[in-house]
């Protein structure tokens, strides 16, 4: 019975890295819904029968919810899939692409769970490219010099939003798939006729239907008397705020260009910034630069993207920032995703901490550190 659930798995999967590639091709005109309805429905009737099997073939203490006549229902069920990007370096830094599935071990709440899926593919991304625009006057020189090397560090699956930070988180552009609009806006910035709004126009406002202007904070900030006061957190807050509502199938991250300075009156503090991530599956991929570069490890920057399972590059000119915009993309889009179902952890708990570890000596893992059962408000 596992052997026959474990090759429904493989089949299941292999259809949709399949209907994947379709979907990323422009030249598809069919109705992507129905295909994937009906995959959705194969691999939750797939879990629904995984379920029902412990490590030893037990029935597991999980309850399926109550069947009905309406087939959707009866493949809703208490079984999660948990779904773990994971990049893995060597001593010198590159990406190790070549680990088979049997090399990796993953713990919940250190427990070792059994791999269900296990993937090489890469995934389009959507990302908020966030850009410190408190630098100091050489730092904030390297960063103008190198904005246009953005737009080419994306693909056309891609789909990309721009937004400034100070004291105040500002956006700049919506999330687009259109490159020739990122790199007009990119343009503007580095021109400098790009016109930015005060902090009072991120609530909502009547010319967009009274609706906040995304990733903009749900609540009115108070001005503070230090305008140059960095809020570095409340700025990841609210770009994974952006983030949260953006396609599941794809890869949500925050490039993040900062010197890492942050100010201790921010609205939200680092736990509750990182449960926001966590609980939205944004990873953080930081560009220290300036002050980041003397503290490294102990940056805010590195802390944010070790515990997201993002990375942190460190750079010092222009021309290294322009290469590390195209690293960090690629790094995010090219990562092992490996997929579990839970088994002997305590599910009454909300959250719940990730560990994964490779067979092969040597190696750097980058991980998130968790996840929650309930999604935070």
């Not at 995959?39 to 069947?67: K, S």
Request: with cysteine; proline share 6%.
């Amino acid at each position: 019975m596992r052997h026959r659930l474990m090759k429904d798995a493989r089949q299941i999967w292999s259809s949709f890295r399949r209907l994947r590639s379709l979907w990323n091709c422009r030249s598809v005109s069919l109705s992507r819904q129905p295909a994937v309805s009906v995959l959705i429905i194969a691999l939750g009737v797939f879990l629904a029968q995984a379920a029902q099997i412990g490590p030893a073939g037990t029935p597991q203490q999980r309850q399926v919810q109550e069947q009905s006549s309406d087939p959707r229902a009866r493949i809703r069920s208490t079984v999660e899939l948990v779904v773990v990007p994971v990049t893995v370096k060597d001593s010198k830094g590159n990406l190790v692409g070549d680990l088979r599935r049997d090399e990796f071990r993953v713990f919940e709440d250190g427990v070792e769970q059994q791999v269900s899926l296990f993937s090489t593919d890469a995934f389009p991304l959507s990302s908020v490219v966030l850009l410190d625009d408190d630098l100091k006057p050489k730092a904030a020189g390297q960063l103008q010099k190198s904005l246009i090397a953005i737009a080419g560090a994306f693909s056309e699956s891609d789909e990309v939003a721009l937004a400034r930070f100070a004291s105040f988180f500002t956006p700049v552009m919506e999330f687009t798939q259109d490159n020739d609009r990122l790199m007009a806006e990119l343009k503007r910035l580095v021109s400098g006729d790009e016109s930015f709004p005060d902090p009072e126009s991120t609530a909502p406002h009547p010319a967009a239907g009274d609706q906040p202007i995304p990733g903009a904070p749900t609540t009115p900030q108070q001005p503070v008397a230090d305008k140059s006061t960095k809020h570095l957190d409340d700025a990841i807050h609210a770009a994974a705020e952006a983030l949260r509502g953006r396609d599941r199938e794809r890869r949500k991250v925050i490039v993040l260009v900062s010197d890492g300075v942050d100010a201790k009156n921010n609205t939200y503090n680092y736990e509750q910034t990182l449960a926001l991530l966590l609980s939205s599956d944004v990873s953080v991929y930081a560009i220290g630069t300036d002050a980041a570069l003397l503290r490294r490890g102990a940056s805010p920057l590195s802390r944010y993207a070790r515990a997201t399972g993002g990375d942190t590059y460190f750079v010092n000119n222009a021309p290294a920032l322009s290469r590390a915009y195209a690293q960090v993309a690629e790094e995010a889009r090219h990562q092992y995703t490996l997929a579990y179902v839970p088994a002997g952890t305590d599910r009454a708990q909300n959250y719940h901490s990730i560990e994964v570890r490779v067979r092969r000596p040597g190696l750097d893992v980058l991980s998130r550190d968790g996840y929650y059962l309930v999604r935070l408000p």
